[in-house]
């Protein structure tokens, strides 16, 4: 054994040969007595857990009051279909902006939604003294000079408050405050001019679905359709083209049987507009948004305005409960009568149908039709609308019969316009 091991073991003699004195047992329970008792400590994670889904409660409640917290309050009675899903996303921009009225009124513009189609006006007129609403006209502003176009409005149960929907022409995308103008007639029959303008932000307009070049021309009985362009927003699809038709203005709703279809089913055409300038005649078709899902998108002129010559003399006695027939369209003799303006004879044919070349012949002679009065709409029990009307001749002698040289009315096109294909 070298001298290091034997150091070693002598130490570790020493050490087991070492006790503890006979105090100090007594002192270290008497120790442990004085200290204080510490709680045992609960697991910290269930603290976690509910931090975190706190947190997840709140950030979710956040998102669901901004997403409510755009929507335009108050407008459910005016609002339908698609705009009333699209108030419910959040779509349109709330504007608050007030302004009082010389009578005690106070102007009110809620919100507004607004695409490269329309901008669509919310507003309320409240403190209302009389039954007398607010007219509108242009909203301008920096690039922008959009015209109003149609409009609807409601009361309040207590009549002191109206809330409209207005629709307006697109606004620029440059503009950043749009100026509204307004008149209101007072109890004193003057007119009050309000003139209010309120932000507008631009990148909160909704995006363009499908914006395309249509030119695509159908030939029509008297002349030709051309349809330009078709512009898809999420308030609604507009078709926009000219049309040179010799007799447009021979039927009441000429562009009526033309169909846009989605997926091989139309959508409702919702409006229709023509204006004529030196230019030549513009027209603008508005239908309902496209749906989400597009997989197939087709415009069908199924008719339009024509004329088909018809000479039909039709006997005036006895009046017969029997509808004459018009190359296939109902005519029925209502009434023949003589007037201090002459004789007048009540008609009523399909409600498309305008006669043309009208002559009475009796004793009197031929006699040209002077011109026609009193015009309504009516609806057959097998729910077919027909129009009834009173034709008046400068004569006071009752004639025998009726002659119709021709008539206006729409005819079968179907010519279908390939969009999207299938």
């Known amino acids: 054994m070298n001298e290091i091991e034997k150091r070693l073991m002598e130490e570790k003699k020493k050490m087991e040969q070492i006790t503890a004195p006979d105090e100090l047992e007594g002192r ?5 007595d004085a200290a204080p008792i510490k709680k045992k400590l609960k697991p910290k994670w269930p603290l976690a857990v509910a931090a975190f889904l706190l947190v997840c409660l709140i950030g979710y409640n956040y998102n669901g009051l901004a997403y409510y917290g755009k ?6 009675e005016l609002m339908s279909g698609t705009l009333t899903e699209l108030n419910d996303k959040g779509m349109g921009q709330t504007v608050g902006e007030k302004v009082l ?17 329309q901008l669509i006006l919310y507003y309320t007129l409240s403190n209302v003294k009389d039954m007398e609403g607010i007219t509108f006209g242009k909203i301008t502003g920096f690039l922008t000079d959009s015209d109003q176009g149609a409009g609807t409005w409601t009361f309040n ?4 408050e109206i809330k409209g929907q207005l629709f307006f022409d697109p606004v620029s995308p440059f503009a950043k405050k749009l100026t509204l103008e307004a008149t209101k007639l007072a109890e004193d029959g003057q007119s009050i001019t309000c003139i209010m303008s309120f932000p507008y932000d631009p990148n909160q307009a909704m995006q363009t679905e499908l914006q395309q070049k249509l030119m695509k021309k159908v030939k029509v009985d008297k002349g030709t359709i051309t349809f330009k362009t078709i512009t898809a927003t999420p308030t609604v699809t507009i078709i926009k ?9 021979r039927v009441q709703l000429p562009f009526k049987q033309v169909q846009l279809q989605v997926n091989g089913k139309p959508i409702e055409q919702i409006g229709s ?10 027209f603008e078709l508005s239908f309902e ?5 597009v997989d197939s998108l087709e415009l069908v002129v199924k008719e339009f305005v024509g004329y088909t010559n018809v000479d039909e003399t039709i006997p005036l006695h006895p009046i017969r409960d029997q509808a004459f027939q018009l190359e296939g369209k109902d005519l029925w003799v209502k009434k023949v009568e003589k007037t201090e303006d002459g004789v007048q004879i009540t008609i009523a044919s399909d409600e498309d149908v305008l006669l043309d ?3 009475i012949e009796g004793k009197g002679g031929a006699v040209p039709l002077k011109t026609t009065i009193r015009q309504d709409y009516n609806e057959l029990d097998d729910g077919r609308m027909v129009k009834e009307r009173t034709l008046l001749f400068s004569t006071d002698v009752l004639p025998d019969t009726l002659s119709v040289k021709g008539m206006h009315h729409m005819k079968r096109v179907d010519e279908v316009i390939e969009i999207l294909g299938k």
């Open 28 to 32: 270290l329970w008497q120790a442990l």
């Open 71 to 76: 929507k335009i309050i108050g407008f459910d």
């Open 101 to 117: 009225l010389e009578d005690g009124s106070e102007l009110t513009v809620d919100g507004i939604m607004t695409d490269a189609n």
């Open 157 to 160: 149960e207590k009549q002191s």
């Open 241 to 249: 083209g000219t049309v040179d038709v010799q007799n447009l203005d």
């Open 273 to 282: 507009g023509i204006s004529t300038s030196i230019g030549g005649t513009k």
């Open 289 to 293: 948004a496209l749906p989400q899902k």
């Open 357 to 359: 070349g009208v002559t």
